[in-house]
C-alpha cells in the first residue's frame, strides 16, 4: 500500500516536471505577437463630396484627385462629373468647361448630358462675361450648349432670361480675352503705380524729417554762436573797463604876478 502511494507520488512529480518543461518550451518557442489590424483604405470621393457639400471646392478637388489615384472612381467621368462644378465655382472656367466635356463625351444618360450641357453654357457665359463687355464668341458657345439641353428635354429659360439681361446692359466685344488682358495689364501698371507712388511718399517723408532735424541743429547752433559772442563781449568789455588808464592830474603852474607900475 505504501508502496503503491510512492509510486503515485513519484509518477505525479514526473508528470508536473514534464508539463512545466512542455510549457516553458512552448513559451520560448511560439512567443505571443500582437498583429496590428490592417488600416481601412481612405474614401477619398466621400471626403471629396463632403468638403463640396460644405463649400469648400479647393479640398474637394484634391480629394477627388487621390481618389483617381487610388482608383476608386469606376469610371473616369464620374471624376470628371464630381470636379466639374467644383472648377465653376472656384471660377476656373477651362478646366470646368473640360470637365464637362469630358462627362457629355462618356455618358450615355440622356438626362445626365442635358444636365451637363447647360452647366457648359453657364461656364462658356461665365468666361465670357468680363467688366468691359460679353465676348462674342464665348456667348455663342453657351447659347449652342443651351440648345442642345433644350432638346434632350431640360428647361433653360432661367439661364435665357439672364443672359438676355445681360446682353442688353453690355456690350458685346469681338476679343473679350483681349480686352480683358489689356486692362489686367493697365491694372498692373497702376498697382506699380501706386507702389512707386508709396515708396517716394515714403522717402519724402522721411527727407521732410531730416530736413526739420537739420533746420532744428542750425537753429541751436545760431543760437549757440549767438550766446558764445554775447558772453564774449560782455568779457571783452569787462576786460577794457578794467585796463583803461586813469586821467593823469594836471601839473600846477607858477603864476607870476608882474606888479603894476604905478605912475607917479
Same mark, same amino acid.
Given at each position: 500500500?505504501?508502496?503503491?502511494?510512492?509510486?503515485?507520488?513519484?509518477?505525479?512529480?514526473?508528470?508536473?516536471?514534464?508539463?512545466?518543461?512542455?510549457?516553458?518550451?512552448?513559451?520560448?518557442?511560439?512567443?505571443?505577437?500582437?498583429?496590428?489590424?490592417?488600416?481601412?483604405?481612405?474614401?477619398?470621393?466621400?471626403?471629396?463630396?463632403?468638403?463640396?457639400?460644405?463649400?469648400?471646392?479647393?479640398?474637394?478637388?484634391?480629394?477627388?484627385?487621390?481618389?483617381?489615384?487610388?482608383?476608386?472612381?469606376?469610371?473616369?467621368?464620374?471624376? @470628371?462629373?464630381?470636379?466639374?462644378?467644383?472648377?465653376?465655382?472656384?471660377?476656373?472656367?477651362?478646366?470646368?468647361?473640360?470637365?464637362?466635356?469630358?462627362?457629355?463625351?462618356?455618358?450615355?444618360?440622356?438626362?445626365?448630358?442635358?444636365?451637363?450641357?447647360?452647366?457648359?453654357?453657364?461656364?462658356? @457665359?461665365?468666361?465670357?462675361?468680363?467688366?468691359?463687355?460679353?465676348?462674342?464668341?464665348?456667348?455663342?458657345?453657351?447659347?449652342?450648349?443651351?440648345?442642345?439641353?433644350?432638346?434632350?428635354?431640360?428647361?433653360?429659360?432661367?439661364?435665357?432670361?439672364?443672359?438676355?439681361?445681360?446682353?442688353?446692359?453690355?456690350?458685346?466685344?469681338?476679343?473679350?480675352?483681349?480686352?480683358?488682358?489689356?486692362?489686367?495689364?493697365?491694372?498692373?501698371?497702376?498697382?506699380?503705380?501706386?507702389?512707386?507712388?508709396?515708396?517716394?511718399?515714403?522717402?519724402?517723408?522721411?527727407?521732410?524729417?531730416?530736413?526739420?532735424?537739420?533746420?532744428?541743429?542750425?537753429?541751436?547752433?545760431?543760437?549757440?554762436?549767438?550766446?558764445?559772442?554775447?558772453?564774449?563781449?560782455?568779457?571783452?568789455?569787462?576786460?577794457?573797463?578794467?585796463?583803461?588808464?586813469?586821467?593823469?592830474?594836471?601839473?600846477?603852474?607858477?603864476?607870476?604876478?608882474?606888479?603894476?607900475?604905478?605912475?607917479?
Amino acid at each position: 500500500m505504501r508502496r503503491n502511494k510512492l509510486l503515485l507520488c513519484i509518477m505525479s512529480f514526473i508528470f508536473y516536471l514534464s508539463a512545466a518543461s512542455f510549457a516553458a518550451g512552448q513559451s520560448a518557442d511560439t512567443p505571443e505577437t500582437k498583429t496590428a489590424a490592417p488600416e481601412q483604405p481612405v474614401n477619398y470621393i466621400a471626403e471629396g463630396l463632403k468638403h463640396r457639400a460644405e463649400g469648400r471646392c479647393d479640398k474637394a478637388i484634391e480629394n477627388f484627385k487621390k481618389a483617381k489615384k487610388s482608383n476608386q472612381f469606376n469610371e473616369d467621368w464620374a471624376f @470628371y462629373h464630381s470636379t466639374a462644378d467644383c472648377y465653376t465655382a472656384l471660377k476656373k472656367y477651362d478646366e470646368a468647361i473640360n470637365a464637362y466635356t469630358k462627362v457629355i463625351e462618356a455618358s450615355r444618360n440622356r438626362a445626365l448630358t442635358a444636365e451637363m450641357y447647360r452647366e457648359r453654357a453657364k461656364a462658356y @457665359y461665365l468666361k465670357a462675361s468680363i467688366p468691359q463687355g460679353i465676348d462674342k464668341s464665348f456667348l455663342a458657345l453657351a447659347s449652342k450648349d443651351l440648345e442642345e439641353a433644350k432638346i434632350l428635354g431640360i428647361d433653360v429659360s432661367d439661364m435665357e432670361r439672364i443672359i438676355a439681361g445681360d446682353v442688353k446692359r453690355k456690350p458685346l466685344i469681338e476679343h473679350a480675352a483681349d480686352a480683358q488682358k489689356h486692362a489686367l495689364e493697365i491694372e498692373l501698371i497702376l498697382e506699380k503705380y501706386d507702389e512707386i507712388y508709396g515708396r517716394l511718399t515714403a522717402r519724402l517723408e522721411q527727407f521732410e524729417k531730416k530736413l526739420t532735424a537739420i533746420k532744428e541743429r542750425q537753429e541751436f547752433l545760431e543760437s549757440l554762436v549767438a550766446s558764445l559772442l554775447q558772453k564774449d563781449s560782455k568779457k571783452k568789455a569787462a576786460v577794457k573797463a578794467k585796463t583803461k588808464p586813469k586821467p593823469a592830474k594836471k601839473e600846477q603852474t607858477e603864476i607870476h604876478l608882474q606888479p603894476k607900475l604905478i605912475n607917479p
